[in-house]
Structure formats: structure tokens, C-alpha cells
């Protein structure tokens, strides 16, 4: 990582990456966009972009390999959850919410599934890419299921036989729609966070984290 221009990390393709980009536009921040690309320095800034899976981003920042990560708190309480078990450091600075990937982490069951309180899921397989989240959950409500780590279609595995119910990411609902199943109980609400290292960066830096972060307040104020 350079020691001059500061590094953000941010989903290479997903839900959040169109409005990251959008937002660091609003900037006055320019790029060179090319799909292919993973690591796009920018031209107009000491600034340059790591594109990565969004579950990779809040490592990145705690381990201090990119100085800022733009995430959805979804991913950002899973991997502090999966640290905290494993005893790993898991420090970071909270610098903004932004009012963009708005979504819930939602238990989701077949719709001709009955279901009338939380008790129902006792003894039921439940997928889920969040099982931290969801362990702590059920725990929480005293409720003894198992959850089956997928990492990705999470969504197929109650037809595919994988497991009895979801717990997954709903922003519009048309996914559990479309696969037959029902959100019955919001479990995480979500949106995204600007995140930075934990250790003080550089000098200069710290003068283009000053400027943009003033830009993005001026970016979200003016949306209001
Ligand atoms: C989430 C979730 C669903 C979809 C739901 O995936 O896993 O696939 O969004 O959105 P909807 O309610 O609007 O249909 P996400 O885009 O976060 O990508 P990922 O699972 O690949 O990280
Ligand atoms: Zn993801
Ligand atoms: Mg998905």
C-alpha cells in the first residue's frame, strides 16, 4: 500500500458498488473505470480504489492493508463476531453511516410454511452466508436451530433440500419472491458505513482523508 494515496476498499460488483463510485464522483473524485481492473488509481486525487468482494472489506481495514472501507454493516458485525470467537484483533474507526445499501438480515421461510412465532424454527436447518449474526440470534431468543454456512444462492437451498429456512440479506424482497419464500422475522437491520484503520495514517493522508470526508458530509447534506 503507498504511503502518499489514501486507499479504499469497496465491493467490485454488488449491490453497493454503483453507489460507492457514485458517491466518490460527487467527490469530485475521477477515475478511470475499467470492469477488469481491481486496483484504479485516480486521477484527480492521491486516492486509489481496491475492488474486492464486499466480505473481504472489513479485514481489510482491521488487518490495515487499505486505509478506508466503504461496507454494509451486514458484513462489517459478521466479521467483528467471527473475530471476537477467534480471539483477532478487530479495531477499526466508524467515520460515517451513509444513507445508501439500505437492507435487513431477515429469516425467510417457504410461504406455505406456517409460521407463528420464533418457537417454530426450533429443530430447523436454516442457510444462511451471516451464521454469527444468526447464532447470536438465536441464542438470544433461546431458540435451539442449526445453521448451514453457505456462501453464496442461499436462497434455493430450503427447494434444494439443503435446509429448512433462510436467513438472508432483503432489500426489495424480490429475490425471496421469486424462490417461494416468505420474510418472517427481521433479525439485522443494515446500511453503509465508511470505516478507517484503527492506526493513525500518514500526514498527507490525513489531509485527503480531511478533504473528502468534508465533501462526503457535503454530498450527503445535500441529499437531505
Ligand atoms: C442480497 C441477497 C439476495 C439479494 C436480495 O445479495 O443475498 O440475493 O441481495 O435483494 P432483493 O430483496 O432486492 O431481491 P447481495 O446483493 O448483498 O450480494 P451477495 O449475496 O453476493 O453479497
Ligand atoms: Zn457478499
Ligand atoms: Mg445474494
Given amino acids: 500500500m503507498s504511503k502518499q494515496r489514501l ?3 469497496l465491493q467490485k460488483s454488488g449491490r453497493l458498488s454503483k453507489e460507492s463510485i457514485k ?3 460527487a467527490c469530485g473524485v475521477k ?3 475499467h470492469e477488469a481492473r481491481l486496483m484504479v488509481h485516480s486521477t484527480s486525487h492521491p486516492i486509489d480504489l481496491l475492488r474486492v ?3 473481504d472489506i472489513p479485514g481489510l481495514v482491521m488487518d490495515g492493508v487499505v486505509d478506508l472501507g466503504l461496507v454494509g454493516e451486514n458484513v462489517l458485525e459478521e466479521e467483528c ?5 477467534r480471539q483477532q484483533a478487530n479495531e477499526y474507526r466508524s467515520l460515517r453511516r451513509l444513507d445508501f445499501g439500505h437492507c435487513r438480515l431477515s429469516i425467510a421461510l417457504p410461504t406455505e410454511q406456517q409460521f407463528n412465532s420464533i418457537e417454530d424454527l426450533a429443530g430447523l436447518k436454516i442457510a444462511t452466508t451471516y451464521p ?3 447464532e447470536r440470534y438465536l441464542q438470544e431468543q433461546g431458540v435451539n436451530a442449526k445453521s448451514v454456512m453457505l456462501t453464496g444462492s442461499v436462497e434455493v437451498a430450503p427447494r434444494a433440500g ?5 436467513c438472508d440479506l432483503v432489500s426489495t424482497g424480490a429475490t425471496l419472491e421469486a424462490n417461494g419464500l416468505r420474510e418472517q422475522q427481521v433479525i439485522f437491520r443494515s446500511q453503509v458505513q465508511l470505516i478507517q484503520r484503527a492506526d493513525e495514517l500518514s500526514a498527507a493522508k490525513q489531509q485527503m482523508m480531511d478533504t473528502l470526508l468534508a465533501r ?5 447534506l445535500a441529499k437531505e
Fill in 7 to 9: 486507499t479504499i476498499a
Fill in 23 to 25: 458517491l466518490l464522483s
Fill in 31 to 33: 477515475f478511470n473505470m
Fill in 53 to 55: 468482494r464486499d466480505d
Fill in 81 to 85: 463476531l467471527e473475530r471476537q470467537m
Fill in 132 to 134: 454469527r449474526l444468526l
Fill in 162 to 166: 439443503l435446509a429448512d429456512a433462510v
Fill in 216 to 220: 462526503i458530509d457535503g454530498v450527503q
